[in-house]
């Protein structure tokens, strides 16, 4: 099986090379596939699959599971509606990437695409059956450093040559960092730009990317969002459950210490007695600067907080009703991207 993953995936697993990064096709769906060898595992050969999802991860699906209320699922679609810079972030299997795969759903169909990752993941396939004009682009992976496939770094850059588009990465943890804040720091990514990144909250975001990816402290000022995804564990700690914990904005008039300087503000925080997230009074109140900057470039909404705070409510609405519909006729087409999609395309219209 090692050499039928190595041969398909183009990528060498040797004794120089003791780890192979890929993916397969699995019965169900789609696996991230990770195989060490001799040297590096005594035993001989181990394999480790993560399967994911066949159909692609939607809003009301994680409305329906509880990992994110109603409100805090029209905020992200009013955020990446909004084309601001959103990093996900979260702990390893917390669901980042499918939270992240579920936003991109929420971009007009209008917008193109590009995406770039190491090992793939993100519902593209899916995607563009549904219409969406989508350009995939696979980056050599940080672990094995296979000399025929492009660096992240380049590939970002790249990406950029292929006009106005959205940019996903699928994770951000290595030489792509300084490229991507660089591209947002002089404005050449003007739509959405999204990706996950390990991080408990919004300042582990912040020094992982200052202090281990090496992107300049100032430069962090283009992120905009940090939604943070964590496990929640039972009393017991028998069941763990997977939770959107926070969703915070990033200002920018800081100098130093984004934390000290008190630019991480919630708009959306986790209450652990009703477990979901509840909004802040920066948010009830329209006191948040990155809303304020999306109004902006509508002519309705500028200056004109009840006008936004009515979209994001018309959005909250509109999922809540998909998932009640779904709750009271079983009817799982209800909850997939396929209807997902066109009920984004009815929401536009009518608002």
Do not use: C
Not at 34 to 45: C, D, K
Not at 122 to 130: A, C, H, R, Y
Not at 171 to 180: G, I, T
Not at 264 to 283: A, G
């Amino acid at each position: 099986w090692a050499t039928r993953f190595r041969i398909k995936s183009g990528r060498p697993l040797d004794e120089a090379n003791p780890v192979l990064d890929t993916d397969t096709q699995v019965p169900g769906g789609r696996a991230r596939v990770a195989i060490i060898q001799e040297n590096l595992s005594p035993e001989g050969l181990a394999f480790a699959f993560r399967r994911h999802r066949s159909r692609a991860w939607t809003l009301p699906l994680f409305i329906n599971n509880g990992m994110l209320s109603p409100l805090a699922a029209a905020l992200i679609s009013f955020i990446v509606d909004g084309n601001r810079s959103v990093l996900f972030a979260g702990t390893r299997g917390a669901g980042k990437s499918s939270l992240l795969s579920a936003s991109m759903l929420e971009i007009m169909k209008s917008h193109r695409i590009v995406t770039v990752e190491d090992t793939l993941e993100l519902p593209v396939p899916q995607m563009n059956d549904l219409g969406y004009n989508i350009e995939r682009m696979k980056s050599r992976s940080v672990i094995t450093q296979v000399e025929n496939e492009m660096g992240a770094d380049d590939a970002i850059r790249t990406s950029l040559r292929l006009g106005d588009s959205a940019l996903v990465i699928g994770e951000v943890r290595s030489e792509e960092a300084q490229a991507l804040y660089e591209a947002m720091r002089v404005g050449a990514v003007a739509n959405f730009v999204g990706g996950t990144i390990h991080g408990e909250d919004a300042y582990s975001v912040f020094d992982r990317v200052v202090n281990d990816l090496g992107v300049p402290r100032t430069s962090f000022k283009a992120t905009d969002i940090v939604v943070q995804v964590n496990k929640i564990e039972s009393p017991g700690g028998m069941e763990t459950y997977r939770r959107v914990t926070g969703i915070t904005e990033v200002r920018k008039e800081w100098e130093d210490d984004p934390q000290e300087e008190n630019a991480f503000v919630d708009l959306m925080r986790y209450d652990s007695n009703k477990d979901k997230l509840v909004p802040t009074d920066t948010l009830i109140n329209g006191e948040s600067l990155i809303l304020g900057r999306i109004a902006e470039n509508i002519k309705e909404w500028k200056n004109n907080w009840e006008a936004v705070w009515n979209n994001i409510q018309l959005r909250k609405d509109t999922k809540k009703a998909i998932v009640d519909k779904y709750k009271e006729t079983g009817n799982d087409e209800l909850l997939e991207a396929e209807f997902a999609v066109k009920a984004n395309q009815q929401f536009h219209i009518i608002a």
